[in-house]
């Protein structure tokens, strides 16, 4: 059973940082991607990044490319998102999903087949 836990959340000022973890447990496929997506208040959830488990390999939606870093610790089986110059319009509940597929890393957002963390608020004040 795959089971994955975000923390580093919370209440941050517009123009600061946050580091959010996602901690993965359980069997996956070799070739699975784990991926950072957010939700605000009556909007759909969104996808910021992903990453290749083995290889390493990253992909941003435009939105957060050049504030967002997503990486990853193999050894601490631990996915993390780096988020610099925030603004108000972050905030939102931030999950994390693992994808069994890796298709997530060439756009192929299927949010169904995902294993889904329970999610980290992330406020953002002006």
């Known amino acids: 059973q795959v089971r994955l836990v975000e923390s580093g959340g919370g209440l941050a000022q517009a123009g600061g940082s946050l580091r959010l973890s996602c901690v993965t447990s359980?069997?996956?496929?070799?070739?699975?991607?784990i991926g950072w997506f957010r939700q605000a208040p009556g909007k759909e959830r969104e996808f910021l990044a992903a990453?290749?488990?083995?290889?390493?390999?990253?992909y941003y939606a435009d939105s957060v490319k050049g504030r967002f870093t997503i990486s990853r610790d193999i050894a601490e089986n631990t996915v993390y998102l780096q988020m610099n110059s925030l603004k108000p319009e972050d905030t939102a509940i931030y999950y994390c999903?693992?994808?069994?597929?890796?298709?997530?890393?060439?756009?192929?957002?299927?949010?169904?087949?995902?294993?889904w963390g329970q999610g980290t608020q992330v406020t953002v004040s002006s």
């Open positions: 999903a693992l994808d069994q597929s890796g298709t997530v890393l060439i756009g192929r957002i299927r949010p169904g087949l995902y294993n």
């Open positions: 359980g069997r996956a496929f070799s070739n699975y991607a």
């Open positions: 990453i290749s488990w083995t290889g390493g390999r990253t």
